[in-house]
């Protein structure tokens, strides 16, 4: 049985890359996610967390 479940690639690891760095790495990544919605994220920093939860809020109410 096929299910039609939402996802959402969370790049962890953020706060590790320079910014120019993030650039590619992310053009690399995306790429291969065929329109998969994407959030930076990092913890540590506290980067991408309201993003994560909009985008979170996004996906819930699109599949609603």
Known sequence: EKRNIPAIAVLTKTD????????SQTHRISSR??????????????????ELTATIWEVLAANA
Do not use: D, F, Q, W
Not at 33 to 50: F, T
């Open 16 to 23: 590790k890359l320079k910014p120019s760095e993030i650039t």
């Open 33 to 50: 996610l065929k329109g998969l919605p994407y959030v930076h994220y990092s913890a540590i920093e506290n980067i991408g967390r309201k």
